[in-house]
């Protein structure tokens, strides 16, 4: 799964934990009429379903109605899947990922330290000079709202 879907998958779901929106089947079915999700075979097919994600997930969060939100969900399962089947993404080191994460969320090493420890243990990880342990890749995970499997 690519980290993209990962991450709007958790987001979507992490703002209507524990709420079921009750939906329109009327609006939903014009909805999934529109968009018209199905399992993708093409990477064509794959290109046009993702721009469809991505027009619904560039919508202000406040002005997403239960609708959209369904189907955005249902949209992310279908790319996820084709991207489980067919995306292979390069193999990556854990110490750039975190230091492109750390760039993109506007943080500093000295953010990590309450989840790392030392300065010196931050400054060794993200320096490349130490690996990350499985359980600092949890922590890391768990603070930055990313998948696990970034850093490991």
Same mark, same amino acid.
Request: positive net charge; aromatic residues 6%; proline residues 5%.
């Given at each position: 799964?690519? $980290?993209?879907?990962?991450?709007?998958?958790?987001? $979507? !779901?992490?703002?209507?934990? *524990?709420?079921?929106?009750? =939906?329109?089947?009327?609006?939903?079915?014009?909805?999934? *009429?529109? @968009?018209?999700?199905?399992? =993708?075979?093409?990477?064509?097919?794959? /290109?046009?379903?993702?721009?469809?994600?991505?027009?619904?997930? #560039?919508?202000?969060?406040?002005?997403?109605?239960?609708? &959209? *939100?369904?189907?955005?969900?249902?949209? @992310?399962?279908?790319? &996820?899947?084709?991207? #489980?089947?067919?995306?292979?993404?390069?193999?990556?080191?854990? #110490?750039?990922?975190?230091?492109?994460?750390?760039?993109?969320?506007? %943080?500093? !090493?000295?953010? %990590?330290?309450?989840?790392? *420890?030392?300065?010196?243990?931050?400054?060794? =990880?993200? $320096?490349?000079?130490?690996?990350?342990?499985? $359980? !600092?890749? /949890?922590?890391? @995970?768990?603070?930055?709202?990313?998948?696990? &499997?970034?850093? =490991?």
């Amino acid at each position: 799964m690519s $980290t993209v879907v990962r991450f709007c998958i958790q987001s $979507t !779901q992490a703002g209507t934990a *524990g709420t079921a929106l009750k =939906i329109d089947p009327r609006k939903y079915r014009r909805l999934l *009429g529109k @968009a018209a999700p199905a399992v =993708i075979e093409t990477e064509e097919e794959y /290109k046009e379903m993702l721009a469809r994600f991505e027009k619904l997930m #560039d919508k202000d969060e406040a002005s997403i109605s239960p609708e &959209e *939100g369904r189907l955005l969900k249902l949209l @992310a399962m279908v790319l &996820e899947e084709y991207e #489980d089947r067919n995306v292979s993404l390069p193999p990556f080191r854990p #110490d750039k990922m975190l230091r492109h994460l750390l760039v993109e969320k506007g %943080l500093r !090493q000295s953010d %990590l330290l309450s989840v790392i *420890g030392s300065k010196s243990r931050v400054s060794e =990880i993200i $320096t490349g000079n130490r690996s990350i342990s499985k $359980t !600092q890749a /949890k922590k890391l @995970a768990a603070f930055l709202h990313v998948p696990v &499997e970034l850093f =490991i």
